[in-house]
Each structure stands twice: as C-alpha cells, then as structure tokens.
C-alpha cells in the first residue's frame, strides 16, 4: 500500500469515527447522564463502583477507576471517589482461575468486595463474556447495582444488568474509542456532581 493510500485509509478510519460518535451520542446522551447521576448517587450515599472488564476492556476498567480515584484533569482538584477495577490483581484473579475457573475471577471478588448499594459496571464490546455475566449475575443476586458498557446489540449482557450503554456498531475498535469517550463523560459529569 502506497504511502497516500495508507494516509486516505487514517483519514478514512477518522471520518468512520467521527460520524459513529456524533450518531451515538445523540442517542445515548440522556442515558449517559442518567448513569452519572445513578453512579453519583451511589457514591454520595457511601458505595463504590467495582468495573470489569477483559483485554482492551480490563485497560477501560483500570482508567475509568483512575480517573475516578485520582481525577479527571488538574483543573478540578477534588477528593478521591471510591472505584477500583476487578482485573488489577493478578494473584487474585490466577487463584480465582485455578481453583474456580477463569469464569469466576470477577464473581469471587464481587462476592467478597461488593456491598448493597455499590455498584458493579461490566465493560464488554461483545457482551457476551462468561465471567462478566457471572459477575453481574452475582452482584444482582446480592443487591448490588449493575450497568454495562457494551458493544453490538448488547450480547447476552444487556439482559443481565439493571441498565447499559450500548455502541452499536461491530468493529471491536470504533466501540472502544466510544466506550473510553463514555468513561471519560462520566467522570466529568459524576465530579460535577459530587464536587
């Protein structure tokens, strides 16, 4: 490939993204300002949001929950928010695989960190994931809020939590780039809030 047909092809990438986010988020706007303000509300009345997710998802997870406990840019100085990510713990999470199967590793913690009125966010581009469907299953089963960030129509997944966001598209990357736009949202929208 020539090097004006790869610079036509980025720019080609760019326009692609450019008209998926503006189409979604008319769409999904007012669902992702009920989520914020769902999520603000559990932190404000003292629980946490546990997030989860596998590959280019888990990476979603650790940053959403940075940005959540560190903060979103140095303009907006603001005490920690309570959130951590299920896949930053490899010891956990090899035990959790070894001795109950790679289906459980986000189930175990949700069971063992989770508590009535947190909140367990699930970030998945298929939606069909094994161990986020057990997770939420779990957290459900002990009064725990769920959402999803999800990709597609949703997979299995979008049936499992009590909301989600979907990006309907099937390229695995135009839903991340969305899915991390969505993070980087709600946070301005929950510090916002809480601030």
Excluded: W
């Excluded at 298929?126 to 939420?136: E, I, P, R, T, V």
């Excluded at 997979?155 to 695995?172: A, F, Q, Y």
């Amino acid at each position: 490939m020539s090097k004006e047909a790869r610079i036509a092809h980025i720019r080609k990438l760019a326009e692609e993204s450019a008209i998926l986010r503006k189409a979604t988020m008319e769409q999904l706007a007012p669902q992702i300002l009920d989520l914020a303000a769902v999520i603000s509300g559990v932190i404000g009345a003292g629980g946490k949001l546990m997030i989860a997710g596998n590959g280019g998802s888990a990476s979603d997870a650790s940053h959403f929950a940075a940005e959540m406990v560190v903060r979103l840019t140095a303009e907006r100085n603001r005490q920690a928010l309570p959130a951590l990510a299920l896949n930053v713990d490899p010891s956990v999470m090899t035990a959790t695989a070894n001795d109950y199967g790679y289906e459980n590793i986000f189930a175990r913690q949700v069971e063992a960190l989770g508590n009535k009125g947190d909140m367990l966010m699930v970030i998945s581009t298929s939606g069909n994931s094994k161990n986020l469907l057990k997770a939420a299953t779990v957290a459900r089963e002990n009064g725990i809020l769920t959402t999803g960030l999800l990709g597609g129509n949703g997979g299995k997944l979008c049936k499992r939590v009590d909301r989600s966001l979907i990006i309907p598209h099937p390229s695995t990357q135009r839903i991340q780039e969305e899915h991390i736009f969505i993070i980087h949202t709600l946070v301005e929208l929950i510090e916002s809030d809480l601030v």
